[in-house]
C-alpha cells in the first residue's frame, strides 16, 4: 500500500509559479507510475500530468503542456509538479495518485490518492 501526502499549495497571481510536491511512503515508489489530477468546483476530476516510474515518460493534458512540468525524485519518493504562467482557470484542488502500470489515465487506473491542496490563482 502507497500513502501520499501533497504539499505546496497557495494562493498566488495569475502569471506566477507554484511547485507542488507529493511524498510517497514505501519501499516500491518505483514501481508505481504517477499523476497530478486537479478538480474545481463543480467539475469533474482531470488529469492534469503523468510520469512513469522510471521517470522516462510523461504525459499532459493539452490545457497545460508547456506550462506544467511533472518530475519524480525516487531516491526521495517524491514526485513534483511544477505549473509556470498560472491562469485563474488553474484553480482547483490538485491530488497526486499512484499507478500499478504506465500508460493508463482515467481515474479508475489510480490505485491509490493523496488528500489534494489547494491552487488558488487570482486574477
Known amino acids: 500500500q502507497v500513502q501520499l501526502v501533497e504539499s505546496g499549495g497557495g494562493l498566488v497571481q495569475a502569471g506566477g509559479s507554484l511547485r507542488l510536491s507529493c511524498a510517497a511512503s514505501?519501499?516500491?515508489?518505483?514501481?508505481?507510475?504517477m499523476g497530478w489530477f486537479r478538480q474545481a468546483i463543480g467539475k469533474e476530476r482531470e488529469l492534469v500530468g503523468a510520469?512513469?516510474?522510471?521517470?522516462?515518460?510523461?504525459y499532459y493534458a493539452d490545457s497545460v503542456k508547456g506550462r506544467f512540468t511533472i518530475s519524480r525524485d525516487n531516491a526521495k519518493n517524491t514526485v513534483y509538479l511544477r505549473m509556470n504562467s498560472l491562469k485563474p482557470e488553474d484553480t482547483a484542488v490538485y491530488y497526486c495518485?499512484?499507478?500499478?502500470?504506465?500508460?493508463?489515465?482515467?481515474?479508475?487506473?489510480?490505485?491509490?490518492w493523496g488528500q489534494g491542496t489547494q491552487v488558488t490563482v487570482s486574477s
Open positions: 495518485a499512484a499507478a500499478l502500470k504506465w500508460g493508463r489515465f482515467n481515474l479508475i487506473d489510480y490505485n491509490y
Open positions: 510520469i512513469s516510474g522510471g521517470g522516462r515518460n510523461t
Open positions: 514505501g519501499r516500491t515508489f518505483s514501481t508505481y507510475a
